[in-house]
């Protein structure tokens, strides 16, 4: 028996509508709808040209192949973090906003984690997470970049010693009034930046800088994958976010 098309039937191309989910702040349903997706795609079962033979494989060889397709579609996933540029969409905005949560929003409960289903979903989650935390990554690198100069105390004193040098050139320019000599002013302010360089170099602060910026970087990329993306406000969503709350199960 075969049905007509309804005329009134809305048929919507794929990628309209998750372009349309991204616009709406329906980031969650995306990312929902990625991890189904993938498991549909998963065979529940072997083929049914092997069931007339299945009596002489022995069942630790489907065991131990579903356990090598799963631990290979888990490396893969790994792998493709390392080829994402996280902050390829990351503005000056993003820090301009109010810092999430610490608790509720940021670290979330138990169910708010998840391994990605692919790389697609991994990728999806690192670039709205690392958007819509961004000011909670950066207070992170902060407190690691502070732990490391704790650690090393020759790279803090190096730092201090650059901040009181250019507090004191500040002063020095504002005393000596050298706004008036513009060529000089310039001339000191490049052999300042050259004491500078030669200071931090000498102090070790690239390698404390280079410490904290290796583990906030594995901090950032492992909560950005792991983190579900989680809802918008509702005051941030267009009239009929409700409805398709309620009903976005039904399908």
Known sequence: MVFSANPLSLSVPEPAFESWLRDTGYLEILDERTTN???????????????????????TITTTTSATSFIFSHLRTIFSLFTINPFSKLTTDDFSNQTPSWTIGFIGSFDSFSFPSSPSQAR??????IKRY???????????????????PVALFGLIGCL????????CNEKWEL???????HSLIRLAQCATAVLLYCSGVQMAFFCAMAVSYAVTILHASL??????????R????????????RS
């Open 238 to 249: 267009p009239d009929g976010s409700k409805w398709f709350q309620q009903n976005k199960h």
């Open 37 to 59: 997706l993938h498991h549909r795609q998963q065979p529940s079962s072997l083929p049914s040209t092997t069931t007339t033979t299945t009596t002489s494989i022995p069942s």
């Open 134 to 152: 961004a000011r909670n990554y950066a207070t992170l690198f902060l407190l690691f970049f502070a732990c490391t100069l704790y650690q090393m």
């Open 179 to 185: 706004e008036q000599y513009p060529s000089v002013r």
């Open 124 to 129: 999806l989650r690192v670039h709205e997470n």
């Open 164 to 171: 009181v040098f250019w507090d004191l050139f500040k002063w």
């Open 227 to 236: 983190r579900k993306l989680s809802p918008l406000k509702q005051s941030t």
